[in-house]
């Protein structure tokens, strides 16, 4: 791998694994992954359920540590990191979307998006961030008020307010409907194009794939193909 190809990466993964050990057993369940997480990219990591996907996506974002392996964050080994350094890196530089929306029912969406804010260094504004997800009118709506779509739209201001270098999706449309779900899929893809974040979504759901820059198929803990679309498909033309 030449290194112009490393240095636009803002993850990269070298013989990364992951076995979970539970008395005598041993369950691998990432079995040596090599990955760019390209710089800008919107990146979709596709599998079936049990894939590894989510394991994977916990490493990158330093949630979960690899058994063996190095995960590079730009020039920084986080596989060598000590629990504070990896709370600064989720802190300063990731954002994470949940499947299911995590939002604090007493709180309101500008104040469920201010409690990231708190721990980042350059924050946007919680105005700021929901009306670039399109919610500029629901600042003080509680959770309650809000569709599941506005919900998790207001979990990806949440993320997006931190400013961070990496956005971390986990299965983001999977509680969705279809239109309710390709809403969130235009949003993501607004941040990308408008705001140039490198994003990474893992889904099970395959046309999802179609608007990525690079898929990435995973399955049983091993990449089974990765590529590039050449012609990206506008939200609008996916269906599930």
Same mark, same amino acid.
């Given at each position: 791998m030449g290194e112009n190809h490393v240095t636009k990466a803002e993850i990269h993964l070298h013989g990364v694994t992951k076995t979970y050990i539970m008395g005598e057993v041993e369950t691998p369940v990432l079995r040596g992954i090599d990955l760019d997480i390209i710089r800008g990219e919107l990146t979709v990591i596709?599998?079936?359920?049990?894939?590894?996907?989510?394991?994977?996506?916990?490493?990158?974002?330093?949630?979960?540590?690899?058994?063996?392996?190095?995960?590079?964050f730009r020039d920084h080994d986080i596989t060598a990191a000590s629990d504070e350094e990896l709370t600064t890196y989720r802190r300063k530089h990731v954002g994470f979307v949940f499947q299911f929306y995590n939002l604090v029912a007493t709180l309101t969406a500008r104040e469920n998006v201010e409690v990231s804010t708190e721990v980042a260094d350059h924050p946007m504004s919680p105005a700021q961030a929901l009306e670039m997800v399109g919610l500029g009118d629901r600042l003080d709506y509680f959770p309650a008020q809000l569709s599941g779509g506005q919900q998790q !739209?207001?979990?990806?201001?949440?993320?997006?307010?931190?400013?961070?270098?990496?956005?971390?999706?986990?299965?983001?449309?999977?509680?969705?409907?279809?239109?309710?779900?390709?809403?969130?899929?235009?949003?993501?893809?607004?941040?990308?194009?408008?705001?140039?974040?490198?994003?990474?979504?893992?889904?099970?759901?395959?046309?999802?794939?179609?608007?990525?820059? !690079?898929?990435v198929h995973l399955g049983s803990g091993v990449i089974q193909e990765s590529q590039v679309n050449k012609h990206r498909a506008e939200v609008e033309d996916i269906r599930w």
């Open positions: 596709h599998g079936a359920s049990g894939s590894g996907k989510s394991t994977l996506l916990n490493i990158i974002g330093g949630i979960d540590l690899a058994s063996a392996g190095n995960v590079i !739209r207001v979990a990806i201001a949440r993320a997006l307010a931190k400013n961070p270098a990496l956005m971390l999706c986990d299965e983001p449309t999977g509680a969705l409907d279809l239109e309710t779900g390709r809403m969130v899929l235009q949003t993501l893809k607004k941040l990308n194009d408008e705001l140039g974040t490198t994003i990474v979504i893992i889904t099970h759901c395959t046309p999802v794939a179609r608007i990525a820059h !690079r898929v």
